[in-house]
T-cell receptor, first 114, second 111 residues
């Protein structure tokens, strides 16, 4: 988890409320990723960023938006949270050195949408 | 879509035994990686094997890759209770900036 901080670590919210999760890195890595992890589904990519203001969708992007205004911060927003978005969210970073996408993960954010 | 699929989904062994887990994938890849996740924690990178490699070692880990069968195996030798974790394979879908992870395999090593 070194160099990557996710906040908050736990959050309980109500259906229909907006939620923003933050990922902060101190490694100056180019790539940042948001995943969700659910039982039976493993780890699924929501959105990723390949530079400041450069983002792209992943496998399960519906209902989520992201922003990256600085190299070190990658925000994940649930505009109107739904119960199906109850999950554990992980941020990951990668420097892409040598063309290799070795990813380093944060400790995760456990989100419950009631 | 899930690229890698680990097999078995769960494995329980005694300390000192070897643990083997397999991963199958569907598309061409540049490399395949294995990650470990301890309960309540984020994933940790273990080892990467390139598509032109057949076998790679790192400490007690041995990874093989068979691109003709689109499969990989991870062997943990002389397992320890601390190896208890979930293990994931991940592929790069032929050089993509994204990784696709399997659903994971839960390994329990009993003392």
């Amino acid at each position: 988890d070194a160099g990557i901080t996710q906040s908050p670590r736990h959050k309980v919210t109500e259906t229909g409320t907006p939620v923003t999760l933050r990922c902060h890195q101190t490694e100056n890595h180019r790539y940042m990723y948001w995943y969700r992890q659910d039982p039976g589904h493993g780890l699924r990519l929501i959105h990723y960023s390949y530079g400041v203001k450069d983002t792209d969708k992943g496998e399960v992007s519906d209902g989520y938006s992201v922003s990256r205004s600085k190299t070190e911060d990658f925000l994940l927003t649930l505009e109107s949270a739904t119960s199906s978005q109850t999950s554990v969210y992980f941020c990951a970073i990668s420097g892409g050195q040598g063309g290799l996408n070795i990813q380093y993960f944060g400790a995760g954010t456990r989100l419950s949408v009631l | 879509s899930q690229q890698g699929e680990e097999d078995p989904q769960a494995l329980s062994i005694q300390e000192g035994e070897n643990a083997t887990m397999n991963c199958s994938y569907k598309t061409s890849i540049n490399n395949l990686q294995w990650y470990r996740q301890n309960s309540g924690r984020g994933l940790v990178h273990l080892i990467l094997i390139r598509s032109n490699e057949r076998e790679k070692h790192s400490g007690r880990l041995r990874v093989t890759l068979d691109t003709s069968k689109k499969s990989s195996s991870l062997l943990i030798t002389a397992s320890r209770a601390a190896d208890t974790a979930s293990y994931f394979c991940a592929t790069d879908e032929g050089g993509s900036e994204k990784l696709v992870f399997g659903k994971g395999m839960k390994l329990t090593v009993n003392p």
